[in-house]
């Protein structure tokens, strides 16, 4: 097998698992399943990955990648604190319009398996001390108000994470299930969060 082909397939394989495991998670999906998606027979796609758990976790790092983006770079940036919220509510919220199905998935397979996500985030590198420091020197600056800097961080990811993950049921209470209305009623939650945060934490300057 060439290596074009090879890393096709891989592809293949990697693709079929993410739809299968978002739709069915860990628990209920199965390796014939993948296989079928991907379009190809269980024996290879046992050669390319030889256990449920194996594919599972390539797959979840990678999504892990895609829900955690540049926290790191954005928010320990040289940017005034301001821009830095914003840039991050941004990044986030644009992420979560691309990829609407990761929010319900991760808190899924999070609750399933605690301990696997942590150690995911710990590969991961995610300097959460360092942000935790840097919101705190903000603080003795005067520029934002003292408070837990994890309230900071739990309020910027559940802004902008629970639109996402409640959507069935905010969709519903909010607009009659009106699926155009709930979709616009995202894309502009960028603004309302960034203003809203900001607001609670900025502390005013002569």
Do not use: W
Not at 25 to 32: E, F, N, S
Not at 40 to 45: P, Y
Not at 65 to 85: A, D, M, R, Y
Not at 175 to 188: M, S, V
């Amino acid at each position: 097998m060439n290596a074009i082909n090879k890393d096709n397939t891989e592809e293949k394989i990697l693709k079929a698992a993410r739809t299968i495991f978002v739709r069915k998670g860990m628990d209920g999906a199965r390796m014939q399943e993948i296989a079928d998606e991907a379009g190809i027979n269980k024996a290879l796609l046992h050669y390319y990955f030889r256990s449920k758990q194996k594919l599972f976790e390539a797959i979840f790092v990678n999504l892990i990648g895609k829900i955690f983006p540049n926290i790191t770079s954005v928010l320990l940036s040289e940017k005034p604190i301001e821009e830095k919220i914003g840039m991050f509510v941004d990044t986030y919220i644009d992420m979560l319009l691309q990829n609407p199905y990761l929010p319900a998935f991760m808190l899924k397979e999070i609750n399933r398996d605690s301990d696997f996500f942590e150690n995911t985030i710990k590969h991961k590198k995610i300097e959460l001390r360092s942000i935790f420091k840097m919101l705190e020197s903000e603080m003795e600056a005067g520029k934002i108000r003292k408070m837990n800097p994890r309230d900071i961080i739990a309020n910027l990811l559940s802004m902008c994470i629970f639109p996402f993950a409640a959507k069935p049921m905010l969709k519903r209470i909010l607009f009659g299930d009106n699926h155009q209305q709930y979709d616009e009623y995202l894309a502009q939650r960028k603004s309302s969060v960034k203003e809203f945060v900001l607001h609670s934490i900025m502390v005013p300057q002569n």
